[in-house]
């Protein structure tokens, strides 16, 4: 059954931006792509680097250590459809971002 927990309010979260959280001690990163918000973890599997710290352009966020690429609404990486991160369902109740990572 899911869990969601509020983890950020839709306008800490701009249109094209990304942004990190905790949830229930899982590193979450948040990006708004055109309105809608998607959660992955937030830690690169390439070099441990914060994900939500990255690059956005699209749907596509860039690791700011290595340029590792992943699609935010998958988690996988461009390099390698196999490699990703783990995403987790997200819902937008009155303003507030709600994310399940059970």
Do not use: K
């Not at 596509?60 to 390099?79: E, F, K, M, Q, S």
């Amino acid at each position: 059954m899911a869990e969601f927990v509020e983890v950020a309010r839709l306008d800490q979260l701009a249109p094209g931006q990304g942004m990190t959280v905790t949830v229930r001690g899982v590193p979450v990163a948040l990006f708004n792509v055109e309105g809608t918000v998607y959660a992955i973890n937030d830690t690169c599997r390439h070099a441990g680097v914060s994900l939500g710290a990255g690059e956005l352009r699209g749907d596509i966020v860039r690791c700011r250590a290595h340029g590792w690429r992943y699609d935010v609404t998958t988690g996988h990486t461009l390099h390698d459809p196999e490699e990703r991160v783990t995403r987790y369902p997200v819902q937008v109740v009155e303003g507030a971002i709600l994310v399940d990572v059970t």
